[in-house]
C-alpha cells in the first residue's frame, strides 16, 4: 500500500524567520557553487568521461575486462593487468571494483541487453515516483514527476553507460527509494542492497535506510538491512582478500582526498540527464533550489532522499579528482526528487516570507 500523504509541506509551517533562514543559506551555498563553477580549472563534465569508445577512459578499461571475462578469464586476473597496462591505481583495494557487473555483461549475449536491463529498472523508477508523488503533499507535481523522471532514466539508453558499475548502484538506489516510498520495504531492502553489489559506494543509502528504519521501530526492516549488509560485509571480505593476492608491491598507489569542492561536486550533479546538457554556472544555479525541494518534504520517504543526496554531496565535496566525476550517477537520479518539489517549496517559502497561507503548528493535519 502506497505511503498516506502528509498532507502538509515543511516551508509551509516556517515562521518568517526561519523562512529567512533557509533563503539565507541557499543563497550562500549558491555563491559557493557559481565559485566552483567560474574556477579556472573546472572538473570535467560527465560526457567527457564516457567519450569515445577508442578513448583510454575508464569505460575503456571497463570493457576490456568484460571483454576478458566473456573470453573466459577470471575477473581478478583480467582486472590487475588491464589496470597496470593504463597506469592506474591498484591500491587501496578498493581501486579493484566488485565483479558483479562485469560478470553479469560478460554472462549476456550482448551489452546491448544491459542497456534493456537499465531500461527496466528506469521504468520502475517512472511509474513508482509518479504514484509516490501522488501519495504525497505534492500530489499536483505528479505529472511533472512523470516527465521528469522519464528524462533522467533516459541515460539507460547510452550504450557505453551499462559499462559504469555507479549507473547500475544509482538506477537501484533510485528504485529502492520509491518501492519504499510507496510501501514495498522488502523489495526496497533487496534493491538497496543490489545497488551495494554493483558498487560500495551504496553503503550510504543502505546505512540510512537502516538508521531511518531502527529510528522509527521498524524493527523488521531495520533486521533485513542489518543481515543483509552483513551478508555484504563477508562477500567485501572475500572480494579484498582475493585483491591482496594479485597486487604487487610496485603497484601503483593512489589517495581520493582531493578536497574537488564546488567543482567536483557540479560535476557530480551533472549525470543527472536533466543537467547534462547545461554548463556548471546553470548547474549551480539550479542545485539550491534541488536542495529546497528535498528539504521541502515532510514525510519520511522524502527525508530519506534529502539525507542521501545531502550525505552525497558533503562527501564528494571531499572525496574524488575531477576524472571521477561519474561516481555522481550513484545519487544523480534523486536530484530529480528535489526538482519536481522545487516549484512548491519556493511557493511555500515565498508565502512563510509574506506570513500569508502559513499553516500553524497544530493545523497541519493527521
Not at 515562521?15 to 529567512?20: G, I, L, T
Not at 571475462?69 to 590487475?80: F, I, P
Request: charged content about 15%; some cysteine.
Amino acid at each position: 500500500m502506497p505511503t498516506p500523504s502528509v498532507g502538509v509541506r515543511r516551508y509551509a509551517l516556517l515562521s518568517r524567520r526561519r523562512a529567512a533562514v533557509v533563503v539565507v543559506a541557499s543563497l550562500v551555498l549558491m555563491v559557493w557553487l557559481l565559485r566552483g563553477a567560474l574556477a579556472k580549472t573546472p572538473a570535467p563534465s560527465g560526457p567527457t568521461a564516457i567519450g569515445a569508445a577508442s578513448g583510454e577512459n575508464d569505460v575503456a578499461f571497463y570493457k576490456a575486462v568484460v571483454a576478458r571475462v566473456r573470453a573466459g578469464e577470471g575477473y581478478y586476473d583480467a582486472v590487475g593487468p588491464e589496470l597496470r597496462r593504463r597506469g592506474y591505481p591498484l591500491r587501496p583495494v578498493f581501486a579493484w571494483r566488485e565483479p558483479t557487473s562485469a560478470w553479469l555483461l560478460a554472462a549476456l549475449p550482448s551489452p546491448r541487453w544491459g542497456n534493456v536491463m537499465l531500461a527496466g529498472l528506469g521504468a520502475a523508477v517512472v511509474v513508482l515516483a509518479a504514484r509516490w508523488v501522488r501519495a504525497s503533499a505534492f500530489a499536483r507535481s505528479a505529472p511533472l514527476a512523470l516527465a521528469l523522471m522519464t528524462v533522467t532514466v533516459s541515460s539507460a539508453l547510452v550504450a557505453d553507460f551499462v559499462y559504469l558499475q555507479e549507473s547500475w548502484a544509482g538506477f537501484l538506489i533510485a528504485l529502492s527509494v520509491c518501492l519504499h516510498a510507496t510501501g514495498r520495504w522488502r523489495a526496497a531492502v533487496a534493491a538497496g542492497l543490489a545497488a551495494v553489489a554493483f558498487r560500495e559506494l551504496a553503503l550510504l543509502p543502505c546505512v540510512v535506510a537502516l538508521v531511518l528504519a531502527a529510528r522509527a521501530r521498524r524493527f523488521p526492516e531495520a533486521r533485513a538491512w542489518v543481515v543483509g549488509l552483513s551478508i555484504y560485509g563477508a562477500l567485501l571480505a572475500w572480494h579484498i582478500s582475493i585483491v591482496a593476492r594479485h597486487v604487487l608491491p610496485t603497484d601503483v598507489s593512489r589517495g581520493w582526498l582531493a578536497g574537488g569542492g564546488a567543482s567536483f561536486v557540479l560535476a557530480t550533479c551533472r549525470w543527472n540527464s536533466l543537467l547534462v546538457l547545461f554548463p556548471n554556472v546553470v548547474v549551480a544555479l539550479v542545485l539550491p533550489f534541488v536542495l529546497l525541494g528535498l528539504g521541502g518534504w515532510r514525510d519520511a520517504a522524502g527525508a530519506r532522499v534529502a539525507f542521501i543526496v545531502f550525505g552525497y554531496l558533503a562527501i564528494f565535496s571531499v572525496v574524488g579528482h575531477s576524472f571521477n566525476d561519474y561516481w555522481g550517477a550513484t545519487f544523480a537520479p534523486l536530484l530529480t526528487v528535489g526538482l519536481i518539489a522545487a516549484p512548491e517549496a519556493v511557493r511555500d517559502l515565498a508565502g512563510a516570507l509574506s506570513a500569508r497561507g502559513r499553516i500553524p503548528r497544530g493545523q497541519d493535519g493527521p
